[in-house]
């Protein structure tokens, strides 16, 4: 981070407060929605749905639970599929590509989704339809497994 010091102020480099921005308007998303962008959370996500965010500490996530995390200065959005005991480490992965896994760490947390907007509908995360897109993305990966096995014997 590029700062330097001008009589009791502070200035901050361009892309260090470029990535404060971000993160503010991720906290601010129940008012303003942040766009979703990327093929990376289909079906349930697409490109140019809107999000709701909510800052959360690290014993609140749940299996399951989509999360947008700091990478860097992007922020991507995955789905938690694991976590150690303590929580300091959180695995997730792409619903649309469930083969590559992430591990973060906790600090890199900055909120979970709460709810998707699209075409006017907010689709909250207490639905059954989130919950069965939930589900069927922790279950994928194996269920390819099972059919490749059984599919290469043929």
Request: with cysteine; charged share 30%; aromatic share 10%.
């Amino acid at each position: 981070m590029a700062s330097r010091s001008t009589g009791g102020s502070t200035i901050v480099g361009k892309e260090h407060a470029r990535s404060v921005a971000r993160e503010l308007q991720l906290e601010r998303s129940a008012s303003r929605p942040v766009l979703f962008h990327g093929p990376t959370m289909l079906p349930l996500l697409r490109d140019g749905d809107g999000l709701e965010i909510v800052p959360v500490r690290a014993e609140e996530i749940q299996l399951g639970d989509i999360v947008v995390y700091r990478e860097q200065d992007k922020y991507p959005t995955r789905r938690v599929v694991g976590f150690n005991p303590a929580r300091t480490e959180f695995f997730i992965q792409a619903d649309y590509t469930p083969a590559r896994l992430f591990c973060i760490p906790a600090t890199a947390l900055l909120g979970r989704v709460e709810a998707r907007l699209r075409d006017g509908k907010r689709l909250h995360r207490t639905s059954v339809r989130w919950r069965w897109a939930a589900w069927s993305a922790s279950y994928r990966k194996n269920f390819l497994k099972i059919f490749r096995r059984y599919t290469r014997g043929r």
